[in-house]
């Protein structure tokens, strides 16, 4: 009976051996399975990806806005144009006046009154927009109802080819230093004025007190030519050329 237990049990260990077996094999089965369809999956997406084609960039496009009504600022720009399509940046120019009130108001500190723009550059995002925009807005009202603002002004729109958002700004930052070049020029030329103005006061009231002492000076007063006017132009000319017709006579008939 003892021996009977004994084989019963060995052979109940070797089928459980067994069967621990195959669960072992048939998961490294699976996993190998599941491993060649992630490497098939990753495969198939590589080569959708080689085989299709590479996305172009839409190309932006600018248009010009040679003037601009009083009263339109960027925010009523972009709701009219975002009508059309997608608008990237807008940059309005400012006008001179309006700059210089500017810095009058920041000292005074009151309320800012409307802005006046003279000219603006609005970026689209897609190229084609931007010349249809161009082509179709040009020299067109910019409101129909008779109760607008702009009611009696067109739109002055030019398509600009080959012009992208860094020339702009390059202009624009060149003509800040132009800009910054001739106030320093201006203020430079005032000081030396007033320098010089300064230094011919001090020396004609030395001069005036030597006078009164009796003293003499050798100080001599400076000829200063001032340009010609037209009239004393114009009378030169009518000299020399009567002089010139003179001595023309004179050499034909002696």
């Known amino acids: ?20 077996e195959r669960v072992e094999s048939e998961e490294n089965e699976k996993t190998e399975e599941d491993q060649n369809m992630e490497e098939s999956e ?12 590479p996305e172009k960039k839409k190309k932006r496009g600018i248009i010009y806005l040679s003037t601009i009504p009083r009263y339109m600022n960027v925010t009523k720009i972009r709701e009219i144009f975002s009508a059309y399509g997608e608008i990237g940046r807008v940059y309005l120019q400012l006008a001179d006046s309006e700059l210089e009130d500017k810095k009058k108001l920041k000292k005074k500190k009151r309320k800012t009154p409307a802005k006046h723009f003279t000219e603006g550059w ?25 109760k607008s603002r702009f009611y009696d002004v067109i739109w002055n ?15 624009l930052a060149y003509e800040r230093a132009v800009h910054k070049q001739r106030l320093r020029a201006e203020i430079a030329q005032a000081k030396r004025e007033v320098n010089f103005f300064s230094y011919n006061v ?19 007063m400076p000829e200063i030519k001032q340009r010609e006017t037209d009239m004393e132009i114009r009378k030169k000319k009518n000299q020399l050329q ?13």
Do not use: C
Request: glycine letters at 2%; zero cysteines; a positive charge.
């Open 202 to 220: 001090d020396r004609s009231k030395k001069l005036k007190m030597r006078a009164e002492k009796g003293e003499s000076s050798n100080f001599v």
């Open 122 to 146: 609005i970026e689209f995002e897609s190229k084609k927009v931007a010349k249809f925009v161009a082509a179709t807005l040009n020299n067109t009202q910019i409101s129909t109802r008779k």
């Open 42 to 53: 990753e495969e198939n997406v590589n080569r959708k990806k080689m085989l299709a084609k």
């Open 242 to 254: 009567d002089e010139d017709r003179t001595e023309f006579l004179k050499s034909l008939f002696g």
């Open 157 to 171: 729109i030019k398509y600009l080819p080959r012009f992208k958002w860094t020339h702009l700004s390059e202009r």
């Open 1 to 20: 009976m003892a021996k009977k237990r004994g084989k019963v049990i060995s052979e109940n260990k070797n089928n459980e051996d067994s069967v621990e």
